[in-house]
């Protein structure tokens, strides 16, 4: 990679920005060349996405300078930032769902001004995806696309508008392995074409599979710049989180209790009205965490939703502690101590216009000691807020702070922290249904989540775990159970099975007989 002075696109000097109470960027220094993708990692909250919000000019520094192409430049709105070449994808899609594909990419082109020729742009933008391996009807809706393919526009729409350095937000948080190893190629073929791309992520593994260089960000400051070839994971997980980090979870060896929750025979139908789930039989004992495997789409969502009453089972019956709970709704689970982290922190998890305190008590407000006769005692919402940011190491200037406003592994941490720790009175949940639950979060914050499971697993709760990432299934797991197309392909235990047979159980290219429970 040539960093010759000439082959800078991007350099930030000195950048400072603060807001209340949070010193975010604190002279930070950056530069992006041409022909490179430069990996900013860091934990969530260390500043990364504030500092590519300021090159994008969603915010103004207080401090510091920005050249583009040795130029110096000051961008005052995403517009400037367009029309200087840089393009950002954010971790949240901000697309149109009821618009067609074609629809997103050219909203805001300043041309043609009286007669958008739709055909023409439609054939256009179906030649850039195809220059970079991608398939995508320009005329369907964003509704009803995939994730991996709504992100394919987003990339489109600052492509198509003439972007040579791009920003990827955490691209990955929402794609199927498969999916990212093809976004992967995709960006190795825009380096090649000589664009910079500034790919934000706390993904240790990523950062190896496509940066050229990697820049460590803590607390707000540059710790480190480096190439990959002087780099190594636990160098990286040092900077990142200011200790050593272990990779192997030490998980104590525990005898299973008596069964939690039992699902017989379970049928359930998807959003669509299509069958989702057919004929699942599953147990979840106390003291066991029970792994959920499978690709994106064939199931899960739909199987949690009915582990915690958010669904309704159109045949076979689900039991929760000997007592039979089918299609109850979801307060006769929250009442039998289930608790549920949902796959959406900010969609399902949260009200994030609302403050750290109220939701880290949204799903008990109504039970003392929160509320009596139907009126909030705000003294002890504050009071339980209080003493779960502790425990849960929350980053938030107070508890009194917009849930907005955190970063999204802080945000992640207070659905974490009500679910596990907000029960009235401090009750150990009966049942945690986790559902990706380390989505999004950095390596330290990986860490933390993984060690608490395996905690409230000693403390007896059952543990019901959904994940795509394998090597986190097998190192929680006590049992891992595939699912494929709504069906459970079958039971196995880790240290008795491969990644290459769950795999295989995966695609539906192989079934077993399940372990009894």
Avoid at 28 to 48: C, P, Q
Avoid at 496 to 517: C, Q
């Amino acid at each position: 990679m040539d960093t010759s002075p000439s082959k800078k696109l991007v350099e930030m000097r000195d950048i400072v920005k603060s807001f209340p109470g949070v010193l975010a960027n604190d002279h930070v220094n950056f530069t992006l060349y041409r022909g490179e993708i430069h990996a900013l990692l860091g934990e969530n909250g260390a500043g990364k996405t504030t500092l590519m919000n300021i090159l994008y000019g969603l915010y103004r520094p207080d401090e510091g300078k920005i050249l583009v192409r040795g130029k110096p430049v000051k961008i005052g709105s995403p517009a400037d930032a367009l029309h200087l070449g840089i393009g950002m994808v954010h971790q949240h899609f901000k697309l149109i769902p009821p618009h067609t594909v074609v629809e997103n990419v050219i909203l805001g082109l300043k041309s043609p001004r009286f007669k958008l020729d739709v055909g023409r742009a439609a054939h256009e933008i179906s030649d850039l995806a195809s220059r970079y391996g991608w398939k995508i009807n320009p005329f369907a809706r964003i509704w009803q696309l995939s994730a991996g393919e709504k992100q394919m526009v987003e990339i489109l729409k600052v492509l198509y508008h003439g972007a040579d350095i791009l920003i990827l937000d955490e691209p990955t948080s929402v794609l199927t392995p498969q999916e990212t190893r093809g976004l992967f190629e995709s960006l190795k073929k825009m380096r090649e074409e000589g664009k910079g791309i500034v790919f934000i992520t706390h993904k240790l593994e990523e950062v190896f599979a496509v940066g050229n260089r990697v820049t460590v960000m803590r607390k707000g400051r540059v710790v480190a710049t480096m190439s990959m070839e002087k780099a190594t994971r636990e160098e990286l997980a040092r900077l990142m989180v200011g200790r050593p980090v272990l990779f192997r979870l030490e998980k104590e060896s525990v005898e299973p209790g008596r069964p939690v929750l039992q699902l017989e025979d379970v049928h359930a139908l998807g959003e669509k009205g299509v069958p989702a789930l057919r004929g699942i039989t599953l147990i979840v004992r106390e003291r066991e965490v029970l792994g959920i495997a499978g690709v994106t789409g064939n199931g899960q969502l739909e199987l949690a939703e009915v582990a915690t009453g958010l669904r309704k089972v159109t045949h076979g019956r689900v039991v929760v502690d000997g007592v039979d709970v089918t299609n109850k709704g979801p307060r006769a689970f929250i009442e039998k101590g289930i608790a549920y982290i949902p796959a959406e922190r900010q969609r399902e998890g949260l009200v994030i216009g609302m403050n750290v305190a109220e939701n880290l008590v949204l799903r008990y407000y109504r039970y003392e000691p929160f509320s009596r006769r139907a009126v909030i005692n705000w003294r002890m919402v504050d009071e339980n807020a209080e003493k779960l940011v502790r425990k849960f190491e929350i980053v938030t200037p107070n508890v009194r702070e917009t849930t907005r406003h955190l970063s999204g592994g802080n945000q992640q941490k207070v659905v974490v922290a009500r679910e596990l720790g907000g029960r009235p009175g401090g009750k150990t949940p009966r049942l945690v249904v986790a559902m990706y639950p380390t989505r999004g979060l950095d390596v330290g914050a990986t860490e933390y989540v993984r060690k608490t499971l395996l905690r409230y697993r000693e403390m007896g709760s059952a543990i019901f775990l959904v994940s795509e990432d394998l090597e986190e299934i097998f190192q929680l797991s006590d049992r891992i159970a595939v699912i494929f197309e709504g069906q459970i392909m079958g039971v196995v235990r880790p240290s008795e099975t491969s990644y290459e047979e769950v795999g295989l159980m995966m695609a539906g290219a192989k079934r077993l007989e399940e372990i009894p429970a």
